[in-house]
Structure formats: structure tokens, C-alpha cells
């Protein structure tokens, strides 16, 4: 098959999803070809499709803070979906609101008004322990600091989310065992953070993330504080976790390589979805 043609099957197989798509899900449809032609040479497979049910739902979300006698709004009106198993880049420059909106999705936060819906679960609505509960069973968090406890082993450090879970020891250490192993960590297992690398942290807290398998991971500037190698290893491990668990991994960055991998991107400017 010559060149030109491989491009025009491939081309004709990604109008076919994107017809398959709209029928069930034409926002996402809609969204797919916003992305396309703002990043023209991407893959035109159009990867941005996401085939999978809504996971997260935020709708008219506006975020503002007092200070003094001034309200400073921060987001103004947010509305997006984020389906299972995508792989999303948030991106915005600094005060944009990207990650104050990735707070309000995790549930570390309320909103002043909207809603951030996971499935029939209005995050705003439930109290706070039953948000605790509900994050310990959903969301993964990964920041740029890493926050491993200094006084703790790895294993220890690994462990503490399935503690806060009264998940039983036996099960955990099984867990934290497999974890380490995914991302390459199973010999540091007994090492102190301070005698782990920047990269060896942020790998330990992408496994601290998972250990109660969450269904959504959220990432605030993950590569922040790694150089270009380890920032690209982050990426890969993310995308391996997406591809062999299923997890739906939402990231905020100012990298745009990062956002050029993943499969969709949503831009936030003065707090609103840069349409």
C-alpha cells in the first residue's frame, strides 16, 4: 500500500468513528474536531474520541474566594465531561484556574455554585465525611510535591491510603508489593525518601495514588519538579496505568509536550473552557 493510501484508510477509519460517536455522544464528537483543528497535525486517527461513558460531569461551575471586602472569581462557568478511560491535559497559563478546577473535581473543595457530578453523585451535596469516603474510593491524587512522609519507609508511605481505608495489613502489603512493582520501585521498598530520587518520589506517589484503585487519577503539574527525562518517564507510566488498568488520568500542565500526548485538551482562560 503506498503512503497515500495508508493515510487515506486511516483517514477514512476516523470519519467512521467520528459518525459511530456522534450518534451516542456528540458533545465529545464536536469536542474531537475543536481539538483536530487546533492541532491540525496530530494523529488523525482521532485518538480525542472517547468511546467510553461520561465518568465526571462539571456543569456552570463558578469558583470565587473573599478577599477583604473583593470577590475574586476564579472560575466563571466551567461546563466538560471527562469519559472513562481518557487521558486529558488541563492547560491554562498561572492563575487561570486549572488547578482550583481540578481541586473542585477531586472534591478537595466545594464550589460556590454548579456542580461536579460522578455519575448521580453531586459532589457539592455530600457531607464531609461521606466526600472522604467517596474520595478514598474514586480519586487518586498526584502532585508536584510529592508529600511522602519523611519518617516513613516507601512501603509505609504506600500504605497509608489503604490505612485511612481500614483496608486489612495482609491486603495492603500485597497491594503496595504490586504497585512497587509496576513502577519500578520494588527495591526501594525499604528506603527512607530522602534516599530516593525526584523521579523515584513521584513514581512512589503515582503508586501511593492507586493503591484503592481509583477509577480517576488527578494530576497538578506532576513533572513540575523532574527534569525533561524523568518528566517524560511520569508521562509514559501514566499512559502504561491508563492502557493496563483503565484509569481515566486528567492532568493539569503547562508542558504542551505533555498536552500533545494526551488525548484530548482543555484549555482554561480567565477562568472560563477556551472554546
Known amino acids: 500500500m503506498t503512503k497515500s493510501g495508508g493515510l487515506d484508510a486511516v483517514k477514512t477509519e ?16 464536536a469536542q474531537a474536531i475543536k481539538d483536530y483543528a487546533r492541532r491540525p497535525n496530530q494523529d488523525i ?33 466551567v461546563s466538560l465531561d471527562i469519559h472513562e478511560g481518557e487521558f486529558v491535559a ?18 478537595l473543595d466545594k464550589p460556590t455554585s454548579g456542580e461536579v457530578m460522578y455519575g448521580d453523585v453531586n459532589l457539592a451535596k455530600l457531607s464531609d465525611s461521606k466526600l472522604s469516603v467517596f474520595r478514598q ?14 519518617f516513613l519507609r516507601l512501603s509505609r508511605n504506600l500504605e497509608v491510603p489503604g490505612m485511612f481505608a481500614r483496608t486489612e495489613s495482609k491486603s495492603r502489603r500485597t497491594k503496595v508489593a504490586e504497585l512497587a512493582e509496576k513502577v519500578g520501585l520494588s527495591d526501594r ?20 495514588a492507586l493503591l484503592n484503585l481509583p477509577k480517576i487519577i488527578l494530576a497538578d503539574e506532576p513533572t513540575g519538579n523532574l527534569d525533561t527525562a524523568n518528566g517524560a518517564a511520569i508521562i509514559e507510566l501514566f499512559e502504561t496505568i491508563r492502557r493496563e488498568l483503565g484509569t481515566t488520568i486528567v492532568i493539569v500542565t503547562h508542558d504542551p509536550v505533555i498536552a500533545r500526548r494526551a488525548d484530548r485538551e482543555i484549555r482554561i482562560r480567565d477562568g472560563k473552557v477556551d472554546a
Do not use: C, W
Open 189 to 208: 521498598l525499604k528506603h527512607y525518601p530522602k534516599e530516593l530520587s525526584g523521579g523515584q518520589m513521584q513514581r512512589a506517589a503515582i503508586a501511593r
Open 137 to 150: 474510593q474514586t480519586v487518586g491524587f498526584v502532585f508536584q510535591f510529592f508529600y511522602l512522609q519523611p
Open 90 to 107: 488541563i492547560t491554562g497559563a498561572s492563575g487561570s484556574g486549572k488547578s482550583t478546577l481540578l481541586q473542585l473535581m477531586g472534591g
Open 14 to 29: 476516523a470519519i467512521d468513528r467520528l459518525i459511530e460517536i456522534f450518534d451516542n455522544d456528540p458533545a465529545a464528537a
Open 45 to 77: 486517527s482521532l485518538k480525542t474520541i472517547a468511546v467510553g461513558p461520561v465518568l465526571l460531569s462539571v456543569r456552570d461551575l463558578i469558583k470565587t474566594y473573599k478577599r477583604g471586602r473583593q470577590h475574586l472569581m476564579v472560575l466563571d462557568g
